[in-house]
């Protein structure tokens, strides 16, 4: 019997489920064209961007130079906190070592990574465990480490599996507010390697998920008219998930899915 490997059923799966995001993969580019000045990808006024144009650490980094503005937007008010960060992803240790410099005294960084040597960038604030985002088990014990985060950064493999079970087992688990990152998340759209789910299911289909997830109050016309009520005289109590009661917004950005946690009760709309 013919056996196809994983990883192509995978893709095939991918594309059966994505029709257009397989057939859309061309881009078209005019060799002829001009192309216009370069815009700043980030402001280099801010600390993380200068820390990375200015990054003489000695461990290097591989980033988009426009993450650098959406992780201002997102982290800045935790800084100075003492906050508790995991990264997934260590690679050569630049950015673990970063974090703890925009951070600021107090803050513990733990990061993760399925490669033994990243071991060696550990330090007395800088823990690193050695296992495989994708498998809930070693994610369950890190977090019995470190405790709930305050801020997770997926920069791991990337892969479907990976950013999924990472982002169900960890998100549930963080402290509110917060702030859950998942970088290159584009790779939703790669299929081939990247896509190693057998239904073909993406951490964008995760994602988009989300945002109705996010409207667990407010999702039906009934609901228009108990949340036009002063919360006060409601009766009862609807039931949401966790997420929805927990979530505040869900961005995208060009490669980034940024999930902001934030304790909420159900919405009230009024006229005045
Ligand atoms: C993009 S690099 C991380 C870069 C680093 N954060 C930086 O900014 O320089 C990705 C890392 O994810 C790790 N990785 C790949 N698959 C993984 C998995 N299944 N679990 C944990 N880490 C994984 C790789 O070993 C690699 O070090």
């Not at 200068?50 to 003489?56: A, G, H, S, V």
């Not at 970063?98 to 990061?111: E, N, Q, T, V």
């Not at 507010?177 to 790669?190: C, F, H, K, R, T």
Request: net charge neutral; charged share 25%; hydrophobic share 35%.
């Amino acid at each position: 019997m013919l056996r196809w490997p994983r990883r192509r059923l995978t893709d095939l799966a991918w594309r059966l489920r994505h029709p257009r995001w397989a057939r859309d993969r061309t881009q078209s580019l005019d060799p002829t064209a001009t192309p216009p000045p370069p815009l700043p990808q980030s402001d280099p006024t801010q600390p993380l961007y200068r820390y990375f144009l200015d990054q003489r650490s000695g461990l290097s980094m591989h980033k988009w130079h426009h993450y650098f503005d959406i992780y201002e937007r997102h982290f800045a008010p935790f800084r100075g906190r003492g906050i508790s960060m995991i990264e997934i992803g260590v690679h050569r240790g630049g950015s673990l070592r970063m974090w703890r410099d925009y951070f600021g005294p107090g803050c513990r960084i733990a990061d993760i990574d399925i490669d033994p040597a990243c071991a060696a960038v550990a330090d007395e604030d800088i823990s690193i465990f050695i296992g495989d985002q994708a498998d809930p088990k070693f994610l369950r014990e890190v977090l019995a480490q470190t405790g709930p985060p305050d801020i997770v950064l997926d920069d791991g493999g990337h892969d479907m599996r990976q950013q999924i079970a990472s982002f169900e087992t960890i998100y549930p688990a963080m402290r509110t507010p917060g702030v859950y990152m998942v970088e290159d998340a584009v790779s939703s759209l790669y299929g081939d390697s990247s896509a190693d789910t057998l239904d073909g299911s993406t951490f964008f289909d995760r994602a988009f998920a989300c945002c109705v997830a996010l409207h667990g109050w407010t999702r039906t016309t009934r609901a228009f008219r108990r949340l036009g009520t002063p919360p006060a005289e409601r009766k009862g109590v609807v039931q949401v998930s966790n997420f929805c009661a927990s979530t505040n917004a869900i961005t995208f950005y060009d490669s980034v899915v940024v999930f902001e946690r934030k304790a909420r009760q159900e919405p009230w709309h009024e006229v005045r």
